[in-house]
């Protein structure tokens, strides 16, 4: 299942506690996990350097098959491997804090036999900071212990082998029979004492972690087509929102690499404004209101720090983005750079105003109405609408060799506008600017059908006055910019469809962005196609397309943001949130258009 050391991308599932998340390989490697958050330096990042980013290795020691799936309901996911002498079934989670001990990080593996008798073993090789400084090893009484400077792990287990630190790495064989169970805990501190759990109580978290999936899963109310891909969607996204701020994650990976050897890598680990709208739409289809309601406060009280500019993204506890930077590591497969931080922190970008104020007004609708300083928040940023839409940006896509007059930007600069008004009328922000907010709607969309509209393409434009088209125009409907059913809309979905789909799957654009190489196909593209279809009444067409895509899951239904159209390889960042929120988006379309 590897090459040269790296497994395949969609061979990953995710496992998380809401403040971090970990990736395991099919074949029992955790190969991905950033302590004590998502954002923070790497302990293993095996998925970016093989030899030197550090995994936490569990499998059997003979040749083996696997099958594996999440408990349902649940983010805790389920390994089986079957050997010639048996079967071992492998429970992984991360924790969920109890009242005990919440600042702490726990990591659990338990592996239970199920079958025979299966001969396992276990490799702990820690390499903190991205692997860039050497671990300090030993024990604390029985247990092993790694540590770097404020960092430390520990690796307790219980009939597990005994394990022996061996040139930094942790290593350990033992037996499971049938009816038998082990139990490995990795656990971490982060400038505070490491606590040693007794193995009663990483079991009893272990359980409770399970209970609450479960009971979470129970809450949620939608109900439509697809409800098994939806509610899967629903459990990563919950996964990727960072507890502590209500932010959620893009994705909790970096430079995971959008072609293999390519230099189109990013770093994810940010909060990106324009997912605000998207995010905040499945919550409330879902009834996560308090989700809902983290995110919104969470995405006001960040841009209260600019306002009334807003940036593109932000770190996950409300601060300004980083620079972007490199790391001295091999790259997934040799994909370099390794990036941390992102450029796009310091480019233009219009549409995210149309997503902020977007945002307020889905908000608003769910029957929460906006209290007076936020909403003076609000026509402020309308005010610097005004001001900036006819200006040149770097668009949704964050190219590099802008900026460039993109009608998508355009249109949402005209969705803020229309939106603030909506706000305005209801008494939620100050209406004294609402003639001026109209006229330059008004302005926006006559500029739009104007040089935004091409005749040649019977379509609407990637960028004014050049006759391209772009992916990001199939949210036209779904912001209800012009007739959903008129020759204009349906046109540019089929425009798009023509010229940037690939079989089931739709590219973002084809023309140069200032970074070389290629790149694969964007799967919420793809389900932005779904929803531009469901949208305008094309729902056969939709349903057909949305079982296709659903197909390009992994086999447990996670989706990373690129794949291959021909051999169905996941390139990009994983789990990706946009794609599961797209996801969710087209289920609900089609519904709705079912309807």
């Not at 038998?180 to 409770?208: C, F, Q, Y």
């Not at 929460?368 to 770097?394: N, T």
């Not at 900026?403 to 939620?428: N, T, Y």
Request: aromatic share 8%; charged share 20%; hydrophobic share 40%.
């Amino acid at each position: 299942m590897r090459r040269d050391g790296y497994a395949p991308i969609e061979n990953y599932a995710l496992i998380g506690d809401g403040r971090t998340a970990a990736l395991v390989a099919a074949d029992g490697s955790i190969d991905w996990l950033c302590l004590p958050n998502f954002d923070s330096p790497s302990v293993f990042a095996a998925l970016l350097d093989a030899q030197r980013g550090g995994a936490l290795h569990l499998k059997p020691v003979e040749p083996f098959t696997v099958s594996r799936r999440y408990l349902p309901g649940t983010n805790v996911l389920e390994t089986t491997f079957q050997t010639e002498t048996g079967a071992v079934q492998l429970i992984d989670a991360m924790t969920l804090p109890d009242d005990r001990l919440t600042p702490m990080r726990e990591l659990v593996r338990v592996a239970r036999g199920i079958a025979g008798r299966v001969a396992m073993t276990w490799q702990l090789r820690p390499a903190f900071q991205y692997g860039s400084v050497q671990s300090r090893v030993g024990w604390r009484g029985p247990v092993p212990v790694a540590t770097s400077g404020a960092a430390a792990v520990a690796a307790l287990s219980w009939n597990a082998g005994v394990p022996e630190w061996r040139d930094r790495t942790l290593d350990a064989r033992f037996e499971v029979v049938a009816g038998a169970t082990a139990t490995i805990a990795l656990v971490s501190a982060h400038g505070e004492p490491l606590i040693m759990p007794s193995r009663e109580d990483v079991e009893r978290r272990l359980i409770g972690t399970i209970a609450f999936w479960e009971g979470w899963t129970r809450d949620r109310r939608y109900v439509g087509p697809w409800p098994d891909a939806v509610l899967r969607s629903a459990l990563v996204l919950k996964a990727l929102i960072f507890a502590p701020t209500g932010a959620p994650v893009a994705a909790p990976t970096t430079s995971l690499p959008e072609l293999i050897g390519g230099q189109r890598n990013w770093d994810y680990r940010f909060c990106w404004i324009r997912d605000s709208n998207f995010a905040t739409a499945a919550l409330l289809n879902l009834g996560c209101y308090a989700e809902a309601e983290s995110l919104f406060w969470w995405f006001m009280h960040a841009t209260t720090l600019t306002n009334p500019e807003v940036r593109v993204l932000y770190q996950l506890d409300g601060g300004l983005g980083t620079t972007e930077s490199t790391l001295p590591l091999c790259g997934y497969r040799g994909s370099q750079p390794v990036r941390v931080g992102n450029g796009a922190v310091d480019q233009s970008q219009w549409d995210i105003y149309g997503c902020l104020l977007e945002t307020a007004r889905l908000y608003s609708d769910g029957h929460r109405p906006i209290d007076g300083d936020i909403g003076a928040m609000l026509g402020r940023i309308a005010d610097h609408v005004c001001r900036i839409w006819r200006q040149p940006d770097s668009g949704i896509w964050e190219v590099r060799n802008g900026p460039f007059h993109f009608v998508h930007s355009k249109v949402m600069c005209w969705v803020a506008l229309d939106r603030a008004i909506a706000l305005a009328d209801r008494g939620e922000v100050p209406a004294r600017h609402r003639q001026q907010w109209q006229q330059e709607a008004d302005s926006i969309r006559a500029y739009v059908e104007l040089h935004g509209w091409s005749d040649a393409l019977g379509s609407y434009r990637r960028i004014a006055d050049e006759d391209d088209v772009d992916a990001s125009l199939l949210m036209l409907p779904t912001v209800n910019f012009g007739d959903r059913h008129g020759p204009r809309i349906r046109g540019t979905v089929d425009a798009v469809r023509q010229r940037l789909g690939d079989g089931d799957a739709v590219r973002r654009y084809q023309a140069a962005d200032g970074v070389p190489g290629r790149e694969g196909s964007f799967l919420n593209c793809s389900f932005w196609l779904v929803s531009a279809l469901a949208r305008t009444g094309r729902v056969d067409e939709a349903t057909t397309l949305m079982d296709r895509l659903l197909a390009r899951a992994n086999d447990v239904g996670l989706y990373a943001e690129e794949i291959d159209p021909r051999s169905g390889a996941f390139l990009g960042n994983f789990p990706q949130a946009l794609v599961h929120l797209a996801l969710i988006d087209a289920a609900v379309a089609v519904r709705d258009a079912q309807s």
